[in-house]
């Protein structure tokens, strides 16, 4: 990131900056919460590998049909198929040009050996990893009572933020869905998935110097604020 960004960033209007991030911490942290955030802060793209799984899924394609079965199970899709993914849109999303967010991905040490080889290739490199920190005996209540709007990914729960109409999306009048992993049996190996796949990434990127991390387990808004900070230094 340049001098520009940082001047900007303790406000909430859009900054002219690349931005090149991964965004990393266990389900239910919040990461599909601040990524719209921060998408509309620096313009760049949102590449939720999770929701082009759950894509891939409800449009019933040969990679939906296996992926269904292993996310359900609470396990991880092959390396080589998360990364031609995120390649593909690398390469190809318009809204990449100017630097992305990833949020599901890499999640094992292969897959962010891969995307460094990608940028390399680009000459470009990651600028922050940012770890949203909370501890496992908050997620349950979180992921337990959770409803999304697929198409825009905003998030409601049962108890601490229901939406208007029960079951409906207050913008658009759609109808909510809960994901078929967000129970509390496939939630508990998720946890362990990320225990020992993922927090491999995040000293990857701590031996980088691109890593920083926020306390997750705090407001929304509170979060949204503690980036900001990061965006800033
Ligand atoms: N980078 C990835 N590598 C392997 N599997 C992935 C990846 N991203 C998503 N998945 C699969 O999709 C599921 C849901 O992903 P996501 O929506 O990011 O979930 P979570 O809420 O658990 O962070 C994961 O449990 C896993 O099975």
Redesign the pocket.
């Known amino acids: 990131m340049g001098q520009d960004a940082s001047k900007h960033s303790a406000s909430a209007s859009p900054v002219s900056d690349e931005l090149r991030m991964i965004l990393v911490?266990?389900?239910?942290?919040g990461?599909?919460t601040q990524a719209p955030r921060i998408k509309e802060k620096f313009h760049v793209c949102h590449l939720?590998?999770?929701?082009?799984?759950?894509a891939a899924v409800t449009a019933k394609t040969e990679l939906g049909q296996k992926?269904k079965q292993?996310?359900d199970?609470?396990?991880?899709?092959?390396?080589d198929?998360?990364v031609g993914l995120?390649k593909e849109n690398l390469d190809s999303n318009p809204e990449c040009a100017k630097g992305f967010i990833l949020?599901?991905?890499?999640?094992?040490v292969p897959?962010a050996e891969k995307l460094d080889q990608m940028l390399d290739a680009k000459h470009q490199k990651i600028d922050h990893c940012i770890e949203l920190r909370i501890d496992d005996a908050l997620l349950v209540s979180r992921?337990v009572g959770r409803l999304i709007h697929p198409a825009s990914g905003r998030t409601y729960h049962d108890v601490t933020h229901p939406p208007k109409v029960a079951n409906t999306d207050d913008v658009t009048g759609e109808p909510l869905i809960r994901?078929s992993?967000?129970n509390a049996e496939?939630?508990k190996k998720?946890l362990t998935?990320?225990h020992q796949q993922t927090s491999p990434v995040v000293e990857y990127y701590q031996k980088k110097g691109v890593w920083s991390s926020v306390d997750a387990s705090a407001s929304s808004s509170a979060v949204w604020q503690s980036l900001n900070a990061i965006f800033s230094q």
Do not use: N
């Open positions: 911490g266990p389900p239910g942290a990461k599909g939720a590998t999770g929701d082009m799984l759950r992926a292993v996310m199970a609470g396990e991880l899709v092959s390396d198929i998360m995120i949020d599901g991905f890499p999640r094992t897959q992921i994901r992993d967000d496939t939630l998720r998935t990320y």
